[in-house]
Nanobody, 124 residues
C-alpha cells in the first residue's frame, strides 16, 4: 500500500521559515517525480513546485519562486519543501504527490498518489 505522509506544518508568523517533509512508503520512491500543491480555504488547489526523480530539476510557481525550495533524499524516501519569508497568503493545506513521470509539473492529473496534507497557517 502506497502512503505519502506530510509533516512539519504548523503556525508561523510572517517572515518565518518552515520545512515540510513528505515520507513515502510502499513505492519505489526514486522512480517517481514529486510535487507539492496547496489549497487555501475557498480556493482551488494550487501548484507549488515539483522535483524530478533524481532531484536534479525543480520547477516553482511564480508565487513562491525565490522563497521556497524543494529537495529530496531518495535514501530516506523523503521530499522536502523549505519555505522561507512566509506570507499570510501562504496559509493553506499543503499536499505532496507522486507521479510516474520524471516531473508532473502543475498538472494534478499526472500525479498518481497524494498525501493527506498538512496545515500551514501564517499570521501577519
Amino acid at each position: 500500500q502506497v502512503q505519502l505522509v506530510e509533516s512539519g506544518g504548523g503556525l508561523a508568523q510572517a517572515g518565518d521559515s518552515l520545512r515540510l517533509s513528505c515520507a513515502g512508503s510502499g513505492l519505489g520512491f526514486s522512480d517517481y517525480g514529486m510535487g507539492w500543491f496547496r489549497q487555501a480555504p475557498g480556493k482551488e488547489r494550487e501548484f507549488v513546485g515539483d522535483i524530478s526523480r533524481s532531484g536534479d530539476s525543480t520547477t516553482y510557481a511564480d508565487t513562491v519562486k525565490g522563497r521556497f525550495t524543494i529537495s529530496r533524499d531518495n535514501t530516506k524516501n523523503t521530499v522536502y519543501l523549505k519555505m522561507n519569508s512566509l506570507k499570510p497568503e501562504d496559509t493553506a493545506v499543503y499536499y505532496c504527490a507522486a507521479t510516474v513521470f520524471n516531473k508532473g509539473f502543475d498538472n494534478p492529473n499526472l500525479y498518481r498518489y497524494w498525501g493527506q496534507g498538512t496545515q500551514v497557517t501564517v499570521s501577519p
